[in-house]
């Protein structure tokens, strides 16, 4: 018997080695975070077609649009939320693919822009809308000139999963300057017509994050103060204690929310999420949980469903 099993090990590895050097690369160039694509929650939203296959675009409520993408590591999800005389994108994603051609499909209405923060992929085609909401901060007029460095490390191949647009240029690959035509403010309402969204300040992540409120329709976007995944606080602009109050003042909306859509995987989640956020984040800063070693320099906290990657404590 063991005999048999050892000559039928030589034979596949035989085969293996005889397959051409093209396949075996395309194999193991399949990044792990790949791997688990298509993720299964997007089975239950309405999905809709576009032309552009850098995009996925579901629709997670009436009015509202979840641009998905799916192709790069990030996997992030810009909203598009329509009312009756105008609509607003909440991000404009990578800037890899054309997010204003998939917007002109979605809705014909004029589209402002506000982002939920201004890292690299969420403003990567501010550059092509005439006009843009953001916070009054230092932070969003440092980014809104355009960056290379962060941009450059989301195109590697580690980072891509597929097949990147026709025609894109990975080694020119940078997130475009882009003109803020007006700054918006904690509590600011912004009126598209039969439809007003809330701005929530929501500091934490970096110091212009927000959240938008749809009281009406019970929807609260949290841009990347919240989403399920492992939840990035380990930049320099990151601050803790800005973040645990922003996240207990989305906590106490819970009573008026009934879908959270946040900006990166999945774009829905219960409102009871945002309390295990608080409870987990609290748990983590009093030391009640051991942490794992992730990335250089980072180490990552996980209680239940809910995950935080921080910097490793010096000497670590």
């Given at each position: 018997m063991r005999k048999l099993l050892l000559i039928t090990t030589m034979y596949i590895l035989m085969a293996y080695l005889s397959l051409p050097p093209t396949y075996l690369l395309a194999q193991s160039a399949i990044p792990q975070w790949c791997r688990a694509l298509p993720r299964p929650e997007y089975k239950t939203l309405e999905r809709v077609a576009v032309g552009d296959p850098w995009f996925e675009v579901y629709k997670p409520a009436?009015?509202?649009?979840?641009?998905?993408?799916?192709h790069q590591a990030e996997e992030v999800i810009s909203y598009l939320i329509v009312g009756e005389k105008r609509a607003l994108l909440f991000d404009t994603g990578m800037g890899i693919s054309d997010i204003k051609?998939?917007?002109?499909?979605?809705?014909?209405?004029?589209?402002?822009?506000?982002?939920s923060h201004t890292h690299d992929d969420h403003v990567g085609d501010n550059w092509e809308f005439d006009t843009i909401y953001a916070m009054d901060t230092d932070f969003t007029r440092k980014n809104a000139q355009g960056s290379r460095e962060d941009a450059q490390a989301e195109v590697t191949p580690d980072q891509i999963c597929g097949t990147l647009p026709k025609g894109f240029d990975s080694q020119a690959y940078t997130t475009r300057p882009w003109t803020i035509t007006n700054y918006t403010h904690d509590g600011d309402r912004l009126d598209l017509g039969g439809r007003t969204l809330e701005v929530i300040a929501t500091p934490g992540h970096t110091p212009d994050a927000i959240s938008l409120i749809d009281r009406a329709n019970g929807l609260l976007f949290t841009?990347?103060?919240?989403?399920?995944?492992?939840?990035?606080?380990?930049?320099?602009?990151t601050d803790f204690k800005a973040y645990a109050a922003s996240i207990s003042r989305l906590n106490g909306l819970v009573p008026y929310v009934k879908v959270v859509l946040g900006a990166h995987n999945i774009p829905v989640a219960s409102p009871e999420v945002l309390t295990r956020l608080v409870l987990a984040f609290a748990a983590m800063r009093q030391g009640k949980i051991t942490p794992t070693p992730d990335s250089p320099g980072r180490v990552l906290y996980k209680v239940g469903?809910?995950?935080?990657?921080?910097?490793?404590?010096?000497?670590?």
């Open positions: 009436p009015g509202v649009f979840a641009i998905y993408e799916p051609k998939v917007t002109a499909e979605l809705t014909k209405l004029p589209v402002v822009v506000l982002n841009g990347d103060t919240y989403y399920p995944a492992p939840i990035w606080l380990f930049r320099p602009e469903d809910i995950s935080f990657l921080v910097r490793a404590p010096e000497g670590k």
